[in-house]
């Protein structure tokens, strides 16, 4: 009695996937594929399954042109007539991770379904890529990111540059108003614009000038007060009683 109901069993379920099958019809549409999408070798091929239009095929991960796709693949879907009129359209999904292998989606219902096409008008299904992202575009992308990001902080140093560049003119210029304003013989007034030290300077004379020395070595003496600027290890400027008196080095 089990061996009966086993081998029954078996049967039944033969039955079953030989019907499931069956229900699968090809149509006899053309397909015409406006994708960057490379098929290789494989038909694509739409079918009717229990109502659904089907869209069946291989499609690999690379595009034609040899880029690598990255991400989802959204398809336009249209079905035209013999006269090349739309009989209706849609959209259909290809996962990132189902390329390269065997392609089954349903691209449509077909009548007497709740808003299915006429199969028997469909002459042609024409597939266009709706949304489609390689690699390489995303690489592009990065990389003129990265241009611009560059660019930007450029200008901005530039722009630091040139702030920088006008404040500096600006303190000149106040410097030399300054200098100007002192009334000093001429001779003196243009060296200490042009940052000169002359002899007989005075300590101010020499500020304004060169700047603060890095240190001062003073020595009272008999004759006055003895002064020794440190501008460097090889620059230095003597004065004698707030007069330059010997000058080493330049600056």
């Given at each position: 009695?089990r061996?009966v109901v ?5 049967t039944?379920l033969?039955i079953?996937?030989?019907?499931s099958e069956a229900t ?5 549409v ?10 290789g ?7 009717i399954?229990?109502?659904s239009?089907?869209l069946?095929?291989?499609f690999?991960?690379?595009t034609t042109t040899?880029?690598h796709?990255a ?5 336009g879907?249209?079905?035209l007539?013999?006269?090349?009129a ?7 999904t290809i ?5 390269g292998?065997?392609y089954?989606?349903v691209?449509?219902r077909a009548?007497?379904e709740?808003?299915?096409l006429?199969?028997?008008?469909v002459?042609?299904?024409?597939l ?18 990265q ?8 200008a901005?140093l530039q722009?630091e540059?040139e702030?920088?560049a006008?404040?500096a003119?600006?303190?000149?210029a ?14 003196i007034?243009a ?9 007989g300077?005075?300590?101010e004379?020499?500020t304004?000038?060169?700047g603060?020395p ?6 009272l003496?008999y ?8 501008y460097?290890?090889?620059?230095l400027?003597y004065f004698?009683n707030g007069?330059?008196?010997?000058i080493q080095?330049?600056?």
């Amino acid at each position: 009695m089990r061996r009966v109901v086993a081998a029954s069993l078996i049967t039944s379920l033969v039955i079953v996937v030989v019907w499931s099958e069956a229900t699968a019809q090809r149509l006899p549409v053309k397909i015409v594929n406006r994708t960057p999408l490379d098929t290789g070798d494989f038909s694509l091929a739409v079918e009717i399954d229990r109502g659904s239009i089907v869209l069946t095929g291989k499609f690999f991960p690379k595009t034609t042109t040899g880029q690598h796709i990255a991400g989802d693949v959204l398809l336009g879907v249209s079905f035209l007539d013999k006269a090349g009129a739309v009989l209706g359209e849609s959209t259909a999904t290809i996962f990132e991770r189902d390329l390269g292998f065997d392609y089954e989606g349903v691209i449509g219902r077909a009548a007497p379904e709740p808003g299915g096409l006429d199969i028997s008008a469909v002459a042609s299904v024409v597939l266009t890529v709706r949304k489609l992202t390689t690699q390489e575009a995303l690489d592009q992308e990065r990389e003129k990111r990265q241009k611009a990001a560059r660019a930007a902080e450029e200008a901005r140093l530039q722009a630091e540059r040139e702030a920088e560049a006008k404040q500096a003119r600006e303190r000149e210029a106040q410097r030399q108003d300054a200098i100007r304003a002192r009334a000093w013989p001429k001779d003196i007034e243009a060296a200490v614009i042009e940052r000169r030290v002359l002899l007989g300077m005075t300590t101010e004379q020499v500020t304004l000038a060169w700047g603060r020395p890095q240190r001062i070595n003073q020595t009272l003496q008999y004759s006055g007060l003895s002064e020794q600027w440190v501008y460097s290890t090889s620059t230095l400027v003597y004065f004698e009683n707030g007069r330059v008196t010997a000058i080493q080095g330049s600056r």
